[in-house]
């Protein structure tokens, strides 16, 4: 039996700071960073139990940022960034395997963690061109929750 469409919505329609939105299946989404209970900034605030909370309570302001990622892209990164970042994934090409591409979230990963947990199969993203591009563009994200998250 087919698992039902459940879709997280954001509250912007098409465009979040004119990039375009896309619903796309949480299965195709690699999660950059792992997930996390509490901050390491806020030792014993619970943030996930919050966040849960709070996406039940109001939804999801925000579209989680994703960027369309070649395995190559996605290898530098790791290298940049080591341990901070999850295991990469792993797909096959047999012709050229640094031409396939997959969505990666830069910006929402623990929001995407939350849609998984409480059984959303799709997600409002916003479609950023660069991985850099997307974490300078984090800090506007969290800007209106930072009292409620982050101090």
């Excluded at 290298?79 to 929402?108: A, E, I």
């Excluded at 061109?129 to 994200?141: D, E, F």
């Amino acid at each position: 039996m087919a698992t039902k469409k459940k879709t997280l919505k954001c509250k912007f329609e098409k465009h979040w700071n004119h990039f375009p939105i896309k619903v796309l299946p949480i299965e195709d989404i690699w999660q950059s960073v792992p997930s996390v209970d509490v901050l390491t900034t806020h030792p014993g605030k619970p943030f996930k139990k919050n966040l849960i909370n709070d996406i039940k309570r109001d939804g999801m302001y925000f579209p989680i940022m994703v960027v369309r990622s070649s395995h190559k892209t996605l290898l530098e990164a790791k290298q940049k960034w080591g341990d901070k970042l999850n295991t990469l994934p792993f797909w096959h090409n047999d012709r050229n395997p640094q031409s396939k591409y997959m969505w990666s979230v830069w910006g929402g990963s623990q929001r995407l963690d939350v849609a998984k947990i409480l059984g959303y199969t799709h997600i409002d993203c916003t479609i950023i061109p660069t991985i850099g591009r997307a974490i300078s563009l984090q800090k506007h994200m969290r800007k209106p929750f930072e009292k409620r998250y982050y101090t």
